[in-house]
Structure formats: C-alpha cells, structure tokens
C-alpha cells in the first residue's frame, strides 16, 4: 500500500502529504490516517490524531512497545502496537481476564511438587523480574494451579507467556474443565507437540519467550488450568525427578472467554475487564473531508484471528443508527469474505461481497460509493453492485459499528479516503498486497 516504508513519501521540494505516490486515479486523499508512522492529514493538511479522532475505551490496556516490551496506556489512551512487527492501531473488544493473579506465584497458586518459585535477573514480558518455577527432588509431577468459575458449553482461551530455564516441555490441562484443553508445548523448537480436547499455538514474542494459548469448549462451570513443567513432550501427566535447578519461568496468565487471546489484561486479586476501545470520526472532523455524493475508502489492516465469527464490521460510514450507512465487513464462516453493505433511509442499497477464501489475517480492503456504483475489494479482487442510492452519514466508525456491534479485533496499519469513486482497476491495484 501507498504508506509503506521505503515508498518516498515526502521529498526536498514537496511535504508527504502532497506526495504524488498517495495519489489515486490522478486524486490525492481528502483523509490519510497513517498509523504506522504516525502522520496524518485532512485536505492536504497536516494534523494529529487527537485533532482527527474521538478514541475512548473507560479501562487501562497494554500493548507492545518498539523495543518488544509490555506496557499499559492510561484510560482513553490510543495503543499503538508494535505485536505484528510494525506501528499499528490496536483495536480490541472488550475482554475479562477471569484468573484472579495472574502472574503466577506459589504464595496465591496451588502447586504439586514444586520447590520453588524465586526470581532471578531474568527480565519478563512487561520488564519485571520473572519467576522460574523448579520442580522439587522427588519422582512426581511438577505443576501449578488455580481455580475460577466459568460458564458451560462456552469457548475459552487460555494464554501464558513461558521460558525454558533447564526445561523444555510445558504442559496444559484443564483450562476449561476437567481434563479438557490439553496441550503440551516444546519450547526449544517453538512448536505444538501434542493437543487433545482442544486446539493450541505457540508464538516467539522475543527475548526466549512465548505466549502460548489453548481453545476448547468448556465442560462445567469450573477450570483449573494445570501448568505443568514436563521432561517429555506427552500431553499427559510426566512423573519424573526435578534437579532441584531447573525450570520454567511462566508468567502473564490469561484465561477469557472467546476464540482467540487478546492483549495481555493484569490481574491482581480479583478478575479484571478491558474495555472495548472505541475510535470514530464525527463533527465538522468528518465533514471537512468526506464527500456525501461519492467516494472510496481502502484500509490497510490485520486482524486478530481468523474467529469462528460470521460478521466483522472494519469500516461504517454512518448516522449513529443502521438506517444511513456505507459498511465495509468481513463476513462468513471463519470470516472468508468481503462485503459492503449500503442503506438509505433505512432501505437497502448496495450489496456487494467477494468470497476471496482467504484465512491470512493481514489484508487490505477497499469500498466506493455513488448513485448505481458500488464496489467491495480485497487483496486485487472487487465485486460490485449497480443499483442503489447513498445514504448521508456523518461520521466513521473504525474496527465497528455506531451501534458497537459485529466489532473488529487487530490492527489498523493505515486508511486513505478519496473524494471521489475510483475505477474497478484502481481498486484492484490499491488493494492488492
């Protein structure tokens, strides 16, 4: 897309945004919203996000720092995330973590044959010191545990971050009831070795650490995940005679309900809630660049997961209702298509939608609007409808809805708004990764 690096945006005689490379059929953007490197501009006009965006979310939440670190912005703080390797908007639902410490010790957690759990000088995630859990002398096994309600036949993910300290085999259990979710993990190939009674990944977030998550459906209305330290790779229980040395650091434990993990939410003695952040455009803020008669959006983003969701709304043009509104969706068993979703005065217009059967979460989408022109596209292709009126919103809603419904988790890269409809080729081309 037109905001990469390395694309010359910017020179000695003309500022970025004038940059002939963010044009499109011949038209520069009325509205650049660039994350990733924090510029933005309104009718070729430099600004800042506060002067361009209306951001709220009534509860702390962390993200990842450019250097790999956890850190928490304030209430209403915008979190500019670096989980995918570059500057981006982070957008979450709202999520609880329901383990009440969740930063494993055994002064809170219950454990089987654990020796200790001091800190050494290795760092944690979130730049704290971590705990290496050492398995004791004696032939049994090694584990911690703690206990939460949760509720039956309901989807949970649970996630840690962990680190080989002399052990290389970590293993989970009972995460959503007894003896479901069970997934062992070899920590020196970064790898899944064996998952029964659920599904679970293992990602490198740097520094010898991972986060590991288990997903499985609950069975009762109690879990306790076992976090055991294992000699094996078995997804099973793992008698064995610790050194009294040797470890696993685990810290950063998470357990919500849904499909997926999401940012890492700090527990300290009750479950804790972050709430959904919430970003729009609205006002004379929005007015200033769109245009009611025609337009096109295309959106550079990546979103969590590939949920078992059947609708997420990336963009809604729209009136604070679902009667006046130009929608941009991902929709479809495991979120394989694009669409577009046009009403005016409450009647349907423009439907438009791309079955592209796509599961990478990265993409880059595009929609235009006027009278008997509409056009959806992802990654090259588009699809349009001919028929149809427009509707009159007056703001945008970024990673949702006006109404908070059918929201988006992941990360907005970029947004370029033209004040014009661009050709079917054009989109091909502006949306092609």
Not at 20 to 46: F, H, I, M, T, W
Not at 318 to 334: K, V
Not at 384 to 393: L, M, Q, Y
Request: aromatic share 10%; glycine share 10%.
């Amino acid at each position: 897309m037109k905001l990469g690096l390395g694309l010359g945006l910017g020179s000695s005689t003309l500022p970025w945004f004038l940059s002939p490379v963010l044009k499109a059929d011949s038209v520069l953007p009325s509205l650049v919203l660039d994350y990733e490197n924090g510029r933005y501009a309104v009718n070729q006009q430099p600004k800042t996000f506060s002067d361009i965006h209306t951001f709220t979310r009534s509860s702390t939440a962390t993200y990842v720092d450019e250097s790999g670190e956890i850190q928490t912005a304030a209430i209403n703080e915008p979190r500019f995330d670096y989980s995918t390797g570059m500057r981006k908007l982070l957008m979450e639902e709202q999520r609880t973590n329901l383990l009440e410490r969740a930063v494993p010790s055994l002064a809170y957690w219950d454990s089987d044959n654990i020796a200790s759990d001091d800190t050494d000088t290795t760092i944690a995630p979130d730049g704290t010191l971590a705990r290496k859990f050492v398995p004791g002398e004696t032939s049994s096994i090694h584990r911690i545990m703690l206990s939460t309600t949760i509720v039956d036949a309901t989807v949970y993910t649970f996630s840690a971050y962990v680190k080989p300290a002399g052990y290389n085999y970590f293993y989970v259990n009972g995460m959503a009831g007894s003896n479901i979710g069970q997934v062992s993990f070899n920590l020196s190939t970064g790898e899944v070795n064996v998952a029964t009674n659920g599904t679970g990944t293992i990602e490198d977030v740097g520094n010898g650490w991972y986060r590991v998550t288990v997903t499985a459906t609950s069975v009762g209305t109690v879990a306790q995940p076992y976090l055991q330290i294992n000699s094996t790779n078995a997804a099973k229980d793992d008698t064995f005679t610790g050194d009294g040395t040797s470890g696993i650091y685990i810290w950063g434990t998470q357990l919500e309900a849904g499909s997926y993990p999401t940012s890492y939410i700090p527990t300290t003695g009750v479950p804790s809630t972050r709430i959904a952040d919430s970003c729009t455009i609205q006002g004379t803020t929005f007015s200033d660049w769109y245009n009611q008669s025609e337009g096109a959006f295309i959106i550079d983003q990546t979103r969590a997961y590939a949920d078992e969701a059947i609708f997420m709304t990336l963009l809604e043009a729209d009136n604070g209702t679902l009667s006046e509104r130009i929608a941009l969706n991902f929709s479809g068993l495991g979120l394989t298509r694009a669409s577009i979703e046009v009403d005016d005065g409450g009647v349907s217009q423009g439907r438009a939608a791309i079955n592209y059967g796509g599961m990478e979460p990265h993409a880059i989408l595009g929609v235009g609007y006027e009278e008997n022109n509409f056009i959806c596209a992802i990654n090259g292709s588009t699809a349009t409808d001919t028929s149809g009126t427009v509707p009159t919103p007056d703001r945008l809603v970024i990673y949702s809805r006006s109404t908070a419904s059918n929201p988006t988790t992941g990360w907005v890269k970029s947004i370029l708004y033209y004040p014009v409809n661009l050709e079917e080729a054009t989109f091909a081309s502006e949306t092609t990764v």
